[in-house]
Every structure is written in structure tokens, then in C-alpha cells.
């Protein structure tokens, strides 16, 4: 279809409409678009303006309607519970139409918000595809998360009805939701009118009476619903990510666009053909979990694998070999840091030599920087193409990528090549002006983004504007630095804001600070993301004590770590405290975080012309010491 990746990137940003227009005939609309780019409200860009469709008919209705109704639609592997189990398309279909049904009678109607914690099972898909099928906005949030960030989640977006189960199982064993849930509801604001509550065998909930229906005895009493016709520019989900703050950006993400650009993606950036398996290593949680758990896999006619478990411990570094072999994937995506746990366990790669694995064709990495050792480990393991591709939450799909399906250009360790057609990838100055090849600066992408991106934050225009559109006008700010060589392949050296990737979890290191700072004793604190040989990121804390302080400074470093766990939840993994006597800081009081990286990664450090005292460099370093740091 494209002659290059030349051709088809130039197609893309030369006559973009004409480009999504031809992607978009991929997708059954109910009412063809009008306009394929609405710009009238820019920077509010809306794509296939008029259009009306329905998600969930595209990803399920039509494949049973078009032959696939015997094929597997999910395939369910969870080594914990030794389960594994395979739900056709329509079967599948069958589940989602009860389900939406179910959600029906719970007064759930086009607009209304659902709020979904649940762990990976089929029936977290099912959550999202009934919600999609009658034109609810669900939202996600990982099961992770502490009641506490599940409740700021559950005051905006106000959902009627909430959906969840009893528990979620890690390799340490079953981890009650309920408990989270009912904790998340007494600390919001909002109290949703219904909660439905699938009950696994492994954890029984209490029902609150009243609110909570299980989910069986619901489904018994439920008739099943057919599609609702949307606008393409509704919303189809809202997803919280972090920021810089505390409080989570509601990223929106519409209908129409999300479902032409995610299938445009399957052929073109991953090479898969529909009937292939498909296997994204991540949780529905996250915005991976959502593009290419569910939605992508799905409307192309694919065989998705929803995995409940971890690359290493379930039972043993040989867990994704297993899983490719004994389904047949074709494509498997994960994050580096999967990659670094099963180096960590089995560096010489003995348990990929029990399977046959010949079935898999690429391996695709994001959620954070692939950095060259890990690269040529997982390349010289598999034998096939290792694709790094960057991407985020906001936009929904790859950002820059080699795409399998286009043309495969030649790998560069260390950058995840260029820039995906639809983007149009700038590195620019504060001043919003490009730079030369070879300069770092901040990535930007001109406006206006391609289908499925964020077009807006949920019900917070202003936000939107402010948190990515008004430093840099014309451009759409990713929070990523970065460069491009002299072949136009992109660099990404890390974010310019005070968000951390954690194994592969976005985290906002200003919301652990605001937590940080709630203790009784602390005056001031600082939280820095510090390079780890595992997780990529790890967060490390630095605490002022008020003077004359209660507790000693080892109590109030442990104290400092279960707030923030029980606040945000385990996975923010902050559990390196010192305690130090100041914090370095420019004249006007800016604590100078970049420099404290720098002295805990071990890296050489300029020191500030508007460093108030540089003599607090040096106590930094001795308190980073103390603690283990820098790791190498
Ligand atoms: N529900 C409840 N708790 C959860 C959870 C969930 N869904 N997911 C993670 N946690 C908890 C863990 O139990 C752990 O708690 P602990 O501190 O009491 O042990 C904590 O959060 C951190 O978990 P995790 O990040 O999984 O770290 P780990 O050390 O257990 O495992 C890896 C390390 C690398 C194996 C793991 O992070 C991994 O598989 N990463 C892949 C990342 C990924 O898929 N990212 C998605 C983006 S593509
Ligand atoms: P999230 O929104 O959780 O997907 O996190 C997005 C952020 O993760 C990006 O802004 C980057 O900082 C980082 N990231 C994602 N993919 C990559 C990649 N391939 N290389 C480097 N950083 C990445």
C-alpha cells in the first residue's frame, strides 16, 4: 500500500486527510464522517467529525458477522491460578451484550461514566466493551493503586455505577479489592449508585447490601443489548496518568478516531495480519493494556492474550516462552523492564531453549527507554526484530516506531527510529524554535495530532491547554527531551517533568512529594526518579525534619514509606528515605532536582551558577551514599 516509510509518512503529513480517510474505510461507520478533520475550534482538533459508529460493534459484532464467530477472541493464562481458558468472538459478543445489558438496568445510559478496578481477567475487557457497546465512558484504573487514588479518580469522573472484583492475584498471593474499593468510596466525595462485584474463587467479598450486586446474579437477570450509535468524537474512555502534581489528568480518548488510527497500527506498525495472536504483556490498566489488550487486537480480527502474571516468578523466568509457545503468538509487546527481570533470572537464556518459540515474528518494547544492553540481549536471545517504539498515555499509539508493516529500516540501539506516519515530531527550543539535528531539546509534535490522541482532558479544556498546547504554541508538548541524529532518527533522553517511569508505571514524583510532606515531622522533601538496573526508574525521597522533630530520623523514613505506599499504592516503590539537614537550592528557592539526579546516577555534575550554597552538593552525596547510591 505505501511504496516506504517515506512515502507513507510524507502521504501523512502532506494530505492528512486524505491519508485518514482511506484508513478510516477500515472501520463499519453507521454514518459516514463529514468532515475527516474538523479544525474549526483549533487547537481542538476533532477527526471524522459527523461520523457515527460504534467501538464495540467493530471489534466484536462484525468479526461474528464476517466469519470469526469460532475463533478465539481472548485467550485467558493465569499461571497463579493455573487457569487458562479461550472465549471466542462469540462468545465473547454473547458476555459483552449480557453484560451491557446488566449495565442497563443499572440506569447506565450513553454519557455516564463507569468506573472499572479490576484485575486481568476476561472480565475487565468485557467491563470495557459493554460499557463501549451502549456508549458509557469507562474508566480504568490499575489495580495497584490505593484507595486513596482511586478515589480522586472516582471525583472526576463521577461514574453512576463502578465495576470490580474480590481480588487481583499477585505471585505473593490473592490481594482483596474489595476492601480498596469500599475504603476508595467512604474517602470520595462522589458515591457511585451501584457496584458490581464479580467474585473469585479465591477471595469471597462481602457485599455492601444495597450497592453491591454480584455480577453472576446480575448477568442471570440481564437481557442483552445491542450497540448504541455514537459520534465519533464521544468519548469511549477517559484514563487518568500523571502528572506533575498530585492530581491525575483525565486523558479522553473519542471513538471514532481511536478506532481508525489502533487498526490502522495493527498492519502497519506491527506486521500482524488479522486471525494472528497477539500478546501485550501488560495490564488492562495502563493505556497499553487498553490500545493493545483490548481495543486493537479486537478490531483488527486478532487473538488477544490477557496474562495474569509477570515475566519472572510465575513460576520462573521461562514464564513468556511458555505462554508464546503453547499460543502461538505472533507478536509480543512488553516493557524493557519484563525484559531486565528475565535477564536478571536467567542471563544466559536457558529456559528459552525449553520451547519452541518459533512462532514468534517480532518483539516490540515501550513504556520507557530501551536502553542498548537489554536491546542486544532480547535481539541476540531471539533472533528477530526488536522494535523500540515511544509512545504515551495521551497519545494512544506509537509515537515513533519502526513499523514492521511499512518497511523496516535499520536499527539504531538506543532509539526507537522515526517518527510514526501522523506525526509530525519536532525537537525545538524553549522558545518553541527548531533545532539543528544533533541538538537536544524538547519533543514536540506540530498540531495537529493524529486520530486517537487526546482531544482534551475530561471536562478541563483549560487543563489541556495549560498542560501541553501554552509553552510551546503551534506544538503539542510530550514532556520528553530528546534529539534526532542526522538520519532523522529520534533519541528520547527522558522527561523534562517531574514524571518517572517504574517498571513501566508512570508515577509523578510531585504527588509522592505532596504525600511526603503530610508527615508531622518533615519540613521539607524532595522525591527523585533514580536510574535502576531493573525498573528503569526507582524513587528516592529526601527529608528535612522540623526542628525539634518527635520521631527519630530512621521512624519518620519508614513512617515516610507506608504513607506513601497506603496513599498512592505498592507499586510507587519509594523506599529509599534519607534524612538530610537542607536541600540544594537556586537563590530563589527552586530545589535543584536535576542536579540531585545527576549526584545519584553517578553522573558528572555541573554545578549551578544560581546555586544558593554549593557546599550542599557535598551533603547530598554523603546522604545518597548512606543510602546505597549511586548504584553501581
Ligand atoms: N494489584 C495490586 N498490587 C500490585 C499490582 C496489582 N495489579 N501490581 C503490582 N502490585 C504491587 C506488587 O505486588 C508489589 O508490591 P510489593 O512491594 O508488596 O512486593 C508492588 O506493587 C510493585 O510491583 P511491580 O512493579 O510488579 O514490581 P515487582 O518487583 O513485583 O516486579 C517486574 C518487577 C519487573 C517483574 C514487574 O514490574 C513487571 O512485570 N513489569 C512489567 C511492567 C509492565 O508490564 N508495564 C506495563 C507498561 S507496558
Ligand atoms: P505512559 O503514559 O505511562 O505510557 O508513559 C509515557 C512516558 O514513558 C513517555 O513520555 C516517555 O517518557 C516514556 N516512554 C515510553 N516509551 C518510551 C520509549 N520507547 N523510550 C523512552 N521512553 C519511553
Given at each position: ?11 501523512s ?6 491519508f485518514w ?6 472501520i ?45 477472541a ?34 447506565v445510559e ?70 480498596l ?47 448504541v ?57 495502563w ?30 523466568p ?13 507478536v ?10 528475565i535477564?536478571?533470572?536467567d ?74 506516519p501522523?506525526?509530525d515530531?519536532?525537537i525545538?527550543?524553549?522558545?518553541a524554535?527548531e ?129 506513601v ?8 516503590c ?49 546522604a ?9
Open positions: 500500500m505505501y511504496k516506504s516509510y517515506e512515502d507513507a509518512y510524507r502521504r503529513l502532506d494530505d492528512r486527510e486524505g480517510s482511506i484508513a478510516g474505510g477500515a463499519t461507520w453507521d454514518k459516514k464522517w463529514d468532515k475527516v478533520l474538523d479544525d474549526t475550534k483549533a487547537p481542538f482538533y476533532r477527526w471524522f467529525a459527523g461520523g457515527r459508529m460504534n467501538t464495540c460493534y467493530n471489534a466484536l459484532d462484525y468479526h461474528v458477522e464476517n466469519g470469526r464467530s469460532d475463533q478465539a481472548i485467550i485467558y493464562d493465569s499461571p497463579v491460578t493455573g487457569i487458562v481458558s479461550k472465549i471466542t468472538y462469540k462468545e465473547l459478543l454473547d458476555k459483552v451484550s449480557s453484560f451491557a445489558g446488566v449495565l442497563k438496568s443499572l440506569g450513553k454519557g455516564d461514566r463507569v468506573v472499572i478496578y479490576m484485575p486481568m481477567i476476561p472480565e475487565a475487557a468485557v467491563s470495557m466493551l459493554a460499557c463501549a457497546r451502549i456508549g458509557a465512558i469507562h474508566s480504568l484504573v490499575f489495580g495497584g493503586f490505593a484507595p486513596n487514588e482511586l478515589a480522586v479518580r472516582i471525583d472526576d469522573a463521577k461514574p453512576k455505577v463502578m465495576l470490580s472484583a474480590s481480588c487481583g492475584i499477585e505471585p505473593k498471593g490473592a490481594i482483596p479489592y474489595k476492601p474499593l469500599d475504603k476508595a468510596i467512604d474517602l470520595s466525595k462522589h458515591k457511585p449508585e451501584k457496584c458490581v462485584i464479580f467474585q473469585r474463587p479465591q477471595v469471597k467479598a462481602d457485599l455492601t447490601p444495597g450497592r453491591d450486586i454480584d455480577w453472576m446474579e446480575a448477568l442471570g437477570a440481564a437481557t442483552s443489548a445491542e450497540c450509535t455514537v459520534e465519533a468524537t464521544d468519548p469511549l474512555y477517559i484514563l487518568y496518568t500523571s502528572g506533575t502534581t498530585g492530581i491525575p489528568k483525565g486523558v479522553v480518548r473519542d471513538n471514532g478516531g481511536h478506532a481508525v488510527a489502533l487498526k490502522w497500527t495493527m498492519k502497519n506498525l506491527y506486521g500482524v495480519e488479522p486471525g494472528d495472536v497477539y500478546w501485550a504483556a501488560s495490564d488492562v490498566g493505556v497499553v493494556g487498553h490500545s493493545y489488550i483490548v481495543y486493537a487486537p479486537l478490531l483488527y480480527g486478532c487473538t488477544t492474550i490477557m496474562y495474569e502474571g509477570k515475566p519472572v516468578g510465575t513460576p520462573d521461562g514464564a513468556f516462552w511458555r505462554v508464546i509457545s503453547d499460543h502461538n503468538v505472533k509480543l509487546f512488553t516493557a524493557p523492564t519484563a525484559f531486565r527481570a535477564k536478571k533470572e542471563p544466559n537464556g536457558d529456559y528459552i531453549k525449553k520451547y519452541d518459540i518459533s512462532c514468534l515474528k517480532y518483539l516490540f518494547l515501550a513504556g520507557e527507554r530501551l536502553d542498548p544492553d537489554t536491546y542486544h540481549w532480547a535481539s541476540d536471545l531471539l533472533s528477530i526484530p526488536v522494535i523500540d517504539h515511544w509512545w504515551q498515555t495521551e497519545t494512544g499509539w506509537g509515537i515513533a516506531a519502526n513499523c514492521m508493516g511499512i518497511e523496516e529500516l535499520p536499527v539504531k540501539a538506543g532509539s526507537p527510529t522515526k517518527p510514526v501522523g506525526y515530531v519536532r525545538i527550543d524553549e522558545n524554535k533545532v539543528p539535528n544533533g541538538s537536544e531539546g524538547i519533543i514536540g509534535i506540530k498540531l495537529p495530532l493524529p486520530p486517537g490522541c487526546l482531544p482534551t482532558l475530561w471536562q478541563n479544556d483549560d487543563a489541556y491547554i495549560s498542560s501541553y498546547l501554552s509553552d510551546y504554541p503551534g506544538y503539542y508538548a510530550t514532556g520528553d527531551g530528546g534529539y534526532k541524529d542526522e538520519d532523522g532518527y529520534i533519541y528520547i533522553m527522558g522527561r523534562v517533568d517531574d514524571v518517572i517511569n517504574v517498571a513501566g508505571h508512570r508515577l509523578s514524583t510531585g504527588g509522592m512529594e505532596e504525600v511526603v510532606a503530610t508527615h508531622p515531622d518533615v519540613a521539607e522533601c524532595a522525591v527523585i526518579g533514580v536510574e535502576d538496573k531493573l525498573k528503569g526508574q526507582v524513587p528516592v525521597g529526601f527529608v528535612v525534619l522540623k526542628a525539634g522533630a518527635a520521631r527519630s530520623p530512621e521512624d519518620v523514613s519508614k513512617e515516610v514509606v507506608g504513607m505506599r497506603s496513599e498512592i499504592g505498592a507499586l510507587a519509594l523506599k529509599d528515605i534519607t534524612v538530610v539537614a537542607r536541600l540544594p537550592k537556586t537563590r530563589s528557592g527552586k530545589i535543584l532536582r536535576a542536579t540531585m539526579r545527576k549526584i545519584a546516577d553517578g553522573g558528572e555534575v555541573k554545578v549551578p551558577s544560581t546555586i544558593e550554597d554549593p557546599a550542599v552538593l557535598g551533603e547530598i552525596e554523603e545518597l551514599k548512606g543510602i546505597g547510591y549511586p548504584r553501581t
